[in-house]
């Protein structure tokens, strides 16, 4: 690292707990962001096909670190039901997967929500997504891993 | 010794109802055209939506009573500690507590708690943990008719394990709480 790095990186550094904080929140709805334009490309296919139709819409959250902020919805539709993908927060404190284990470490959740099933969709240090069944293993979530998860929700 | 279903069996029944509304859920077709059915004539988006309030009210039952099971561990315990004249670090101060309340209706939690925080390795994100599940159980208790700003409410199961963390750091002190 060169002067001119370092000068960057502390220009960088958040200064206050206040912008760490907007840096973690604006990092989450990035990964957000990210996640749901990613399962939209999945789903293209369906779409094209016209088996099912997707939609943005926003909510509202609250955090105790973040106070009140808005977050996207992303909605699935098909056959007259609707997969709703609801942000829970970045702050997970942990999430107890089949069998009582316990997945520590996350760094943001999204509960997949389709009448009374309720997936939680969490994301680990590293970034990956991780889909947590009420029954069965923790699996990451994948093109394949997420067509399997709404057939089990739709069919 | 409390009456009330422990953490453990709270779970169970919830689990049961859980996977009895999903398979409500995946048989809708079948029960909209049941006319015996409550669900009877309904479409698959009316069917959804009324299975997911019933989930979030049961969600909100459980987080309520596994609080609920929570206070009787704790209140029963002390009781019990102070009757059997326990040895251990925190049946004298639950005694005194307990004296200088003798003539109120009853302890605060919170003053419970404080004690076995003096004495227990409970660690700060497990009495904050508990601190916030017990601010959702007010909400719950106390008719929800305030916005809860505490956060999205824990699901049951991570509610519990929240509070199995609370009652471990206290067995780490002694082993055979919940007395009672």
Known sequence: MNMRDLIEKLKEQP??????REEQKKEWLGALKKFFTEI??????AVTAGVLTTARAESEIVEQDFGDYRVPVLEIRSGGLTVRLDPVGVRVVGVVAAGGRRLLGLRGRVDLV?????????????????????????????????????????? | MSSFPRADELIEAYEDQGEAL????????TLAADPRSRFHKLSAGAIQDRLEQDRQEL????????????????RTDAKDRIQSRTRDEVRKPLRILHDKHEHESRIRLADILAI??????????????????????NWLAHGRHWTNKSGKLPAPLDARANLDDYVQALQANAADFPRG
């Open chain 2, 116 to 137: 076995w925080e003096d004495h227990a390795p409970v660690s700060a994100s497990a009495k904050s943990n508990l601190r916030i599940l017990l601010k959702h159980r």
């Open chain 1, 40 to 45: 939209e490309g999945w789903l293209t296919p």
């Open chain 2, 59 to 74: 969600d909100l039952w459980v987080v309520m009573m596994l609080m609920a099971s929570f206070e009787a561990a704790i």
């Open chain 2, 22 to 29: 999903e398979r409500l859920f995946h048989a809708r077709p």
């Open chain 1, 114 to 155: 389709c009448g009374p099933i309720r997936v939680p969709l969490v994301r680990d240090a590293a970034g990956t997504w991780k889909a947590v069944p009420m029954r069965g293993e923790p699996r990451d979530v994948t093109e394949e891993s997420f067509s399997e998860l709404l057939g089990e929700v739709l069919l």
């Open chain 1, 15 to 20: 200064k206050t707990v206040e912008e760490h």
